[in-house]
């Protein structure tokens, strides 16, 4: 295991509507990630906090944002909700000056109807 | 053109062949490129980073040519525990460390 939980595992909203998922990253590990990734396809990156600051976005609208609190946790928020959105919500984390791995959870999986 | 384009898959191959995945990245400049695996319905895991010189991890051997923006993971003596997704994945130049650029995947079946 990686020591990335995330929460929900999965859940049903209806378009226009607004949801959080969470993670609680890898001890000592201060970035987190978050990438959405649609059936069939690979993760896509949305955005990375580091510090409490967002530290790096994909291409993904505003309606699409995110907090990491202290103890480097993080949520993503989605409003507005698509159908198109339905897809696994990956949170990964990392250390500073590690390059190339992240330690991804299971993920939240997001169905839109 | 996708900035990291994989071979579409899916592959079945016998317990023991030898099987190889191609990748290949639009921006020249990418800097970093390693190999994750996704099992079914789980989260990606890092295989193995990728080097210039090529390396090599038990039966896994990944190359890359910079020249022909390629990178290429080899699995020998396929075993039914090889099952997954593969990802190729790069860190284009200029973004964080933590911004990688996953390709589709491609899906391996290793069959008994």
């Known amino acids: 295991e990686t020591g990335v939980t995330q929460s929900p595992t999965h859940l049903i909203k209806t378009r226009g509507q607004q949801v959080t998922l969470r993670c609680s990253s890898q001890s000592g590990h201060n970035t987190v990630s978050w990438y959405q990734q649609a059936l069939g396809q690979g993760p896509q990156f949305i955005f990375q906090y580091y510090r409490e600051e967002e530290n790096g976005r994909g291409n993904f609208p505003p309606r699409f944002s995110g907090l990491q609190f202290p103890n480097y946790s993080s949520e993503l928020n989605v409003n507005a909700l698509e159908l198109d959105d339905s897809a696994l919500y990956l949170c990964a984390s990392s250390l500073t000056g590690d390059t190339g791995e992240l330690f991804f959870g299971e993920g939240s999986r997001l169905t839109v109807l | 053109r996708k900035e990291v384009e994989q071979d579409p898959g899916p592959f079945n191959v016998p317990e023991g062949a030898t099987v190889a995945f191609n990748c290949t990245y639009s921006?020249?400049?990418?800097?970093?490129f390693f190999w994750y695996r996704q099992d079914c319905r789980k989260e990606p895991k890092l295989l193995m980073s990728?080097?210039?010189s090529g390396n090599e991890d038990g039966r896994f051997t990944a190359q890359l040519n910079r020249a022909s923006q390629y990178i290429s993971l080899l699995i020998r003596d396929s075993k039914l525990s090889d099952s997954a997704t593969y990802l190729c994945v790069v860190i284009p130049s200029g973004g964080s460390n933590y911004k990688l650029t996953f390709g589709k995947g491609t899906l391996l079946t290793v069959n008994p």
């Open positions: 990728v080097y210039s």
């Open positions: 921006n020249s400049a990418s800097q970093s």
